[in-house]
């Protein structure tokens, strides 16, 4: 049992990490207002407007949105996995705008 006294986000990324695990959250009204400001159906809508874009999404989302991405990324790794990525391939990089004006 994993008992994550965290925001909504982490403990959905727990359950996906250990998928045999109960996880408990004790309070679901714990958000993140990067996970919050790109909810699963915009972030869907946005995804099928650039389909020839990568989808690098940051941790801070939602299962739904991590599962709609083509890769996900920490605060510590995004800059290497964007080097990664062919200068001619077009990103879409979300949530963070902050994070994403840095790389």
Do not use: W
């Not at 739904?64 to 200068?87: F, R």
């Not at 990089?93 to 790389?103: E, G, I, K, R």
């Amino acid at each position: 049992m994993i008992v994550f006294a965290g925001v909504q986000f982490m403990a959905e990324t727990a359950k996906i990490l250990n998928p045999g695990k109960l996880v408990l959250l004790p309070d679901m009204k714990a958000g993140c207002s990067l996970a919050d400001g790109c909810p699963a159906d915009r972030f869907k809508a946005f995804r099928e407007r650039y389909q020839d874009h990568a989808a690098i999404t940051y941790i801070n989302c939602s299962a739904e949105v991590k599962a709609l991405s083509d890769i996900i990324c920490t605060s510590s790794n995004a800059e290497k996995i964007i080097q990664q990525i062919p200068l001619e391939q077009p990103i879409l990089f979300a949530p963070d705008q902050h994070l994403a004006a840095t790389l």
